[in-house]
């Protein structure tokens, strides 16, 4: 059974500051690994998916990396700012389901 | 509509009561997908559709949840007799078509059910 696992659990940075979000996972056998966001109350917004056969995906400040063999995906985001505060989920799909892992908690600090 | 939409928001029951929760797709989106979702945990599968058709009921936990689509766009997850154990966020989710690399899965809002 996929095991998907987020670490840290929380992370409380200053604003402006670079960091790393990581995604760990047990089956390689993916189709691909997708980062959402999720804010309190809320639903989970789609940030970069990336394919099984890709290395990593940009958008804006964010770079999400995808090493499938080691079963390792980061979360790299840039200059991190007070509006980036949310939970962080990645989630590994194989056929019509979905595994997430539970989240990073993030606050960036004004 | 521009997105998924569940209703209701919030809903409280008591423990052995029926619920029901309703999930709009995305127009035009043949799959649709239900989780769910504990505090402090990610959203965990229940049921995926393609079209009318559950393709894949798995992650129901019991014969209390069932869930249908029977025009292949709204959906309904039923809850028989309740449990306080079903407390959570049941979030929906459509994409365009299921399956392949590349497909994405939009989500709704949740509902919070809370059964006292």
């Known amino acids: 059974k996929q095991e998907v696992t987020q670490i840290p659990a929380a992370l409380s940075v200053p604003e402006g500051e670079n960091l790393v979000l990581n995604c760990s996972f047990t089956?390689?056998?993916?189709?691909?690994l997708q980062w959402f966001r999720q804010d309190p109350g809320k639903g989970l917004t789609s940030l970069l998916l990336?394919?099984?056969?890709?290395r990593e995906q940009t958008s804006g400040r964010l770079n999400a990396s995808l090493d499938k063999s080691s079963g390792r995906s980061t979360l790299y985001i840039a200059a991190s700012q007070p509006g980036d505060s949310a939970t962080y989920l990645c989630?590994?799909?194989?056929?019509?389901?979905?595994?997430f892992g539970a989240g990073t908690r993030l606050t960036v600090k004004p | 509509g521009a997105g998924v939409s569940q209703t209701p928001s919030n809903k409280v029951t008591e423990k052995g009561k029926y619920v029901e929760l309703r999930c709009d797709p995305i127009?035009?989106?043949?799959?649709l997908y239900w989780y769910r979702q504990s505090l402090g945990q990610g959203p965990e599968f229940l049921i995926y559709?393609?079209?009318?058709?559950?393709?894949?009921d798995s992650g129901l936990p019991n014969d209390r949840f069932f869930a249908v689509r029977p025009e292949g766009s709204v959906s309904t997850l039923k809850i028989q007799r309740t449990e306080r154990g079903d407390s959570a966020v049941y979030l929906c989710?459509?994409?365009?078509?299921?399956?392949?690399?590349?497909?994405?899965?939009?989500f709704g809002p949740g509902t919070r059910l809370t059964v006292l």
């Open positions: 989710a459509s994409s365009l078509q299921a399956g392949g690399p590349t497909d994405t899965q939009y």
């Open positions: 089956d390689s056998a993916i189709y691909n």
């Open positions: 990336i394919q099984s056969s890709q």
């Open positions: 989630a590994v799909r194989r056929h019509n389901d979905m595994r």
């Open positions: 127009s035009g989106h043949t799959a």
């Open positions: 559709f393609q079209g009318t058709g559950a393709a894949d």
